[in-house]
């Protein structure tokens, strides 16, 4: 399987609204609460948006977790005591700068806007204000400042203060890890471009500790690694880059950090960062708890605070950077023919199991293929439409490989391989369907 590397995509200004179209009608994203109207950047994942995400999931644990031996994981609550968040500096100082429209009263974040409101034009607003971001709630039944609490606005906080308790239940020496995934939350004053910027998301953040001094050497192999990893799901290299922050950009806890770069069709935009936070977090967190949350390293007899180096994505934006890269139009004997190229190791669907009919004698061989394929890879049965319309959907919802039973398969025990992006079909025996397709996978990912 050759995936092309210049693709005849829709054009730049339309590609977002035809990906819209074709996430819900294919079932990978749907506006959440449609039905009551929706919600404003906050959207429902479905069958097909699922199964793209777990994939993602299992990719980035695989390779931050499970092939390593110096990261283990956590899962952190939700909902953590205030003072986590004051410690963080995210109750004081997670802000973003919010204007009103004098005519129309909509409110915008200041940095966003292009001079004129973009609802009614009006070029008039209101002083600026600094809007914090975080979702409040209230713990137990009385609504009060004391039972205050925030859902969390990112992952990071509950593995620094989960530090100690990890480092010494797993028996780990620095340098060593801690990876996490779960949903947090931020009330974007101006989210946008569909799901590139949401109020409620989902993260994959690495906390990696390690003596300062190393933290240099440590970024360089972590801003390195994480590019790499983005390269293997098979997104295009050109889209792809790493770009420093300049001095003006550091957030307040960062010695230098970078971003890893996606061109979206509405320009270059971060897709992963990868900072170093220092031991700004470990010492806010020992000064407001009284805990002593340093390490002492018992072959040197030193005892100091890690600095830490962090890779943070967002799994709905890297699932967005997917759909938008893997996306391809080509005419196809005068028709248009729209192709999702995911990498094999992402596609939702990754083997097509088609008779060539609705015909009951095709029925029992083409349930036995099914089952034959299912213990291997993601499978999906599909006997509805003409197999030319179902070839086109498997392509638009980025299917690699499609297996066909015939007329002939039930004399000849063989069905039809068909790929993805180049339409070529081979026969193979069924007995030998699951090597074969074990190898054109293999080919498919460069392994």
């Given at each position: 399987?050759?995936?092309?590397?210049?693709?005849?995509?829709?054009?730049?200004?339309?590609?977002?609204?035809?990906?819209?179209?074709?996430?819900?009608?294919?079932?990978?994203?749907?506006?959440?609460?449609?039905?009551?109207?929706?919600?404003?950047?906050?959207?429902?994942?479905?069958?097909?948006?699922?199964?793209?995400?777990?994939?993602?999931?299992?990719?980035?644990?695989?390779?931050?977790?499970?092939?390593?031996?110096?990261?283990?994981?956590?899962?952190?609550?939700?909902?953590?005591?205030?003072?986590?968040?004051?410690?963080?500096?995210?109750?004081?100082?997670?802000?973003?700068?919010?204007?009103?429209?004098?005519?129309?009263?909509?409110?915008?974040?200041?940095?966003?806007?292009e001079g004129v409101c973009p609802n009614c034009g009006n070029k008039e607003f209101s002083e600026s204000r600094q809007f914090n971001l975080m979702?409040?709630?209230?713990?137990?039944?009385?609504?009060?400042?004391?039972?205050?609490?925030?859902?969390?606005?990112?992952?990071?906080?509950?593995?620094?203060?989960?530090?100690?308790?990890?480092?010494?239940?797993?028996?780990?020496?620095?340098?060593?890890?801690?990876?996490?995934?779960?949903?947090?939350?931020?009330?974007?004053?101006?989210?946008?471009?569909?799901?590139?910027?949401?109020?409620?998301?989902?993260?994959?953040?690495?906390?990696?500790?390690?003596?300062?001094?190393?933290?240099?050497?440590?970024?360089d192999y972590w801003k390195q690694a994480r590019l790499d990893w983005y390269l293997s799901l098979g997104v295009r290299p050109e889209k792809l880059r790493l770009r420093a922050h300049g001095p003006d950009e550091l957030a307040h806890y960062a010695k230098a950090a970078f971003d890893v770069e996606y061109e979206f069709p509405f320009g270059w935009q971060e897709l992963e960062g990868i900072a170093n936070r220092t031991d700004f977090d470990l010492r806010q967190h020992s000064q407001y708890s009284g805990k002593d949350l340093s390490y002492f390293d018992e072959e040197t007899k030193e005892r100091y605070l890690p600095y830490v180096i962090e890779p943070a994505m967002g799994v709905d934006r890297c699932l967005f950077t997917l759909m938008i890269d893997a996306y391809d139009e080509e005419e196809v004997r005068g028709e248009t023919r729209v192709v999702l190229r995911f990498h094999p190791s992402v596609a939702p669907i990754q083997v097509a199991v088609l008779p060539l009919s609705k015909n009951e004698k095709l029925l029992p061989t083409s349930r036995e293929v099914e089952e034959l394929l299912r213990p291997h890879f993601r499978i999906e049965y599909d006997e509805t439409q003409s197999i030319g319309r179902r070839y086109r959907r498997h392509d638009e919802i980025g299917t690699p490989f499609a297996v066909t039973v015939d007329f002939d398969s039930l004399e000849d025990k063989a069905v039809t391989i068909r790929e993805r992006d180049s339409m070529e079909q081979v026969r193979v025996a069924i007995a030998e369907l699951v090597p074969a397709l074990s190898e054109k996978f293999r080919a498919a990912s460069g392994t």
């Open positions: 399987m050759t995936i092309p590397a210049q693709r005849n995509v829709a054009e730049p200004e339309k590609l977002i609204e035809t990906l819209v179209s074709l996430a819900k009608r294919r079932g990978f994203i749907f506006p959440s609460s449609e039905i009551y109207g929706g919600i404003n950047a906050i959207y429902d994942f479905g069958p097909l948006g699922v199964a793209l995400k777990h994939n993602i999931r299992s990719l980035w644990w695989r390779q931050m977790v499970e092939l390593r031996h110096d990261i283990v994981g956590l899962e952190s609550s939700i909902i953590m005591a205030s003072r986590v968040w004051e410690a963080s500096g995210h109750v004081a100082g997670f802000t973003d700068p919010l204007v009103e429209c004098k005519n129309c009263h909509q409110r915008f974040r200041e940095d966003h806007l979702f409040k709630t209230f713990l137990g039944p009385v609504e009060d400042s004391a039972a205050q609490v925030f859902l969390r606005p990112e992952t990071a906080q509950g593995m620094f203060v989960q530090f100690q308790n990890v480092l010494n239940s797993s028996r780990k020496r620095i340098p060593f890890g801690i990876a996490q995934q779960g949903r947090s939350f931020r009330n974007e004053i101006s989210p946008g471009n569909y799901i590139f910027r949401l109020r409620e998301f989902e993260q994959q953040e690495m906390e990696f500790f390690v003596k300062p001094g190393t933290d240099d050497e440590w970024l």
